[in-house]
């Protein structure tokens, strides 16, 4: 099983180890934002919701100021390490195309080398250019599916909270 993943890699070229690395990070981030959301923001909801509770004032302006502010705290904890999960997201088709060019620029030097008349030497470029390829467009599309998921998730945690901090007017 491992030799197999070895093997993978191998054919894949150097810039598959990259894809392989950024799609772990990019799956890293993506499940701590899930951990956050089914153990983490109950906690920072409630305390928001405490501390807004806890305020006699909430009709002047300022307790308006207050109230955006504390939104606006638990919207940055909600989003935190959404947009770098985005950016790998969309770094990972990038690292795939990447692959493609050098496993390309390989099989023109063994073209260049051999004249054309090895294919057995070009099929290993061709495999480099094609597997790094296909590597971060799946990266992509599996993270695609979280991050908008994840968007929606943010925006009504958020706006549950917002709801729960009415403003007596």
Known sequence: M???????LDRGGPVLVVIMGATFIMWVLILERLFYFNFGHAQVA???IDE????????STWAHW??????????QKAEQNVSLTKAMVALAPLLGLLGT???????FDVMALS??????????????ATIPTMAGMVA????????????RTVSRKVETVADKLEIEE
């Open 2 to 8: 491992l030799a197999d993943l070895f093997d993978f």
């Open 115 to 128: 004249s054309g008349s090895d294919a057995q030497a070009m099929s290993g470029g061709v495999s480099r």
């Open 101 to 107: 060019v050098t496993g390309m620029v390989t099989v």
């Open 52 to 59: 807004w509770n806890a305020r006699s004032d909430r009709k």
């Open 46 to 48: 409630k305390s928001t």
């Open 140 to 151: 992509s599309l599996s993270g695609i599916i979280f991050t908008s998921s994840m968007d």
């Open 66 to 75: 207050v109230r955006d502010k504390l939104v606006s705290e638990v919207r």
